[in-house]
Structure formats: C-alpha cells, structure tokens
C-alpha cells in the first residue's frame, strides 16, 4: 500500500469518526436540573433557613431503605407529624427527569409513610422532604441508592 493510499484512509477514518461525534452529540438528551434553576437560586437563603429548621428539630424524621423487601419507609416523630399542616417529599433522578416521583406525606397512626422502590430505577436518587409546620417551613434532602 502506497502513501498516497494511507492518507485517503485516514482521512475517511477522520471524517467518520467526526460524523459520529456529532451524531452522538445531537441525539444526547440532556435535563438541567429544574426548569427554573434560576428563580430557585435566587431564594436558596430560604432553602438554606429551612434546612436549619429541620436541625434545630429535637426529633428529626428519618428516612430507611428495607433493600431485602424493596421498599423505604419514612418516619416522623409523633410531635412534628401532628403539628404538620402540609408536606411533600420527592424522588428525584438527575439522570432522567421522567423518573422524578412525587408524594404527598400521609403517615399512618405510627408516622409511618411506605414507598415501594420497585417503582423506581436503580441507580442515584435525591430524596426531598418538604413540610410546613405552624407556618414555619422545612426541608431536609438525602442521597441514596437503590
């Protein structure tokens, strides 16, 4: 094979490989991370004094994954689950918007609200538990795995 030969090909390599990067690059989807980013980090000092609420809680809810039976469990102290006016806790996959889950928070007698994580795929999730609690306001944010 001759040099003249050598470079046609790898010409025609480079050609296709910039065929594929660019087709790779338009079929890509890509989700920001809300769609009103911009409005939300103008009132992250709200979130921030929200979070600090749910610290100064004497009994904090907790949040547990039961692997083994495919569900998670949420539970809230007696005391703030009485007081609570409203909440909301969300499921949310940076990956894929479509994935992102939202629930009302409806506890049983015991403060106890199940999800079932069959639901959901596996992979990173950020869990968001917002509540309003005699018009002070709380949000707590955790990082799991399924």
Partial sequence: MNWGTKIVISFVCFVALLVTM???????DF?????????????????????KNV?????????TLVR???????RFPLS????????KIS???????RLDKEFDLVFDENGIQVFDMNQLANGAWKVKIEWKSKGTEY???????I
């Fill in 139 to 145: 949000y707590q944010e955790l990082n799991i795995v």
């Fill in 91 to 97: 499921f949310f996959r940076s990956a894929n918007a």
């Fill in 68 to 74: 083994n039976e495919g569900r998670a469990e949420l």
């Fill in 22 to 28: 660019v087709y790779v690059s338009v079929t890509t």
């Fill in 80 to 87: 703030v689950m009485n007081a609570m006016d409203q909440g």
């Fill in 55 to 63: 610290n100064g809680l004497a009994e904090k809810p907790n949040f």
């Fill in 31 to 51: 989700y920001l991370v809300a769609d009103d980013y911009y409005e939300q980090e103008l009132t992250y000092e709200d979130q921030i004094q929200r979070m």
